[in-house]
């Protein structure tokens, strides 16, 4: 049994985020409790059933003590936001408010959205030493509670993007307490990680859809009949809703755009190149010193 600071944790949003840390959480520390929050009884209803939490609510209480079990001097009352990125800003300053009208330091609150700028701007106004921003870089093709898994972020890195304000044991806590979970806490500036995402997580998506557009349009039916392993990866990305991606293309657009921008005059140079003797040798060079640099997991 693994031991933690958090003595209660409370999930808002039962999706494959959210139901994948309550169940890891429940899991890896089996002495926690571990309340719900969903408005869709039916996602409350498969967690009970599940064993995976404690109790359940359909919205956030008016008194947040009323959720809260009885705590040590030492426990920590974690939240964890894990609603859709827009619906996460009207969550976090419903949970300002109550803090502001009945400070409790043992709460401290986190999310998990794609993109960090404008929650962590927020948080930093609101709760500057109880929000901190975070990301876990883990996830499928498919949302809702039925895929959650208690192993989704088993080897995973989960960003963290602290502020000066933010207390050291704060953020000690929140990455022992991922850890736990298998996850590998890594820090960044909420800038940066926007920037970052819209290379490293942002493009695959919309490259998976861009193949999968460009496949419509050119006799799909027997694309797909012919199609090899190189393309099995790509139409796992294309399983993705819309749902899940809407709000983190706009919201992260002039990063995103930045990069489309790299990518296109790429696109044009690689016209080019195909023409030439020996024309893409160097990038499949770089390729390959790219790749081994993503298997051994080290800077290059």
Request: some cysteine.
């Amino acid at each position: 049994m693994q031991q933690t600071g958090v003595l209660q944790l409370t999930v808002i949003g039962l999706g494959l985020i959210g139901g994948s840390i309550a169940m890891a959480a429940k899991e890896r520390y089996p002495d926690i409790h571990v309340h719900a929050i969903d408005p869709e009884s039916a996602n409350l209803q498969y967690a009970l059933k599940h064993g995976f939490v404690d109790t359940v609510g359909l919205s956030i209480p008016k008194n947040l003590s009323s959720i809260q079990q009885a705590q040590t001097t030492t426990g920590t009352h974690l939240i964890v936001i894990a609603c859709h990125l827009q619906d996460s800003y009207a969550v976090l300053e419903t949970l300002a408010d109550q803090l502001a009208e009945t400070p409790d330091p043992t709460v401290i609150i986190t999310d998990v959205g794609s993109c960090k700028q404008s929650i962590a701007a927020l948080g930093k106004k609101r709760l500057p030493a109880q929000f901190v921003a975070g990301h876990p870089m883990a996830g499928k093709e498919f949302s809702g509670i039925a895929h959650a898994t208690s192993l989704l972020f088993a080897g995973k890195s989960y960003i963290f993007c602290p502020h000066e304000q933010t207390p050291a044991d704060v953020l000690d806590l929140l990455t022992q307490f991922i850890k736990g979970l298998g996850a590998v806490p890594r820090t960044l500036d909420a800038v940066r990680h926007d920037k970052y995402m819209a290379y490293v997580s942002h493009l695959p998506q919309l490259n998976a859809v861009l193949i999968a557009q460009l496949m419509h349009q050119n006799e799909p039916g027997h694309l797909v009949s012919y199609h090899g392993a190189g393309l099995d990866g790509q139409m796992r990305l294309a399983a993705s809703p819309y749902a899940m991606w809407g709000d983190v293309f706009l919201e992260n657009a002039t990063h995103v755009h930045q990069m489309l921008d790299e990518l296109q005059a790429l696109i044009e140079t690689l016209k080019l190149k195909i023409k030439e003797p020996d024309g893409l040798k160097q990038w499949f060079e770089t390729a390959n010193i790219t790749h081994e640099a993503f298997q051994k997991g080290r800077l290059i």
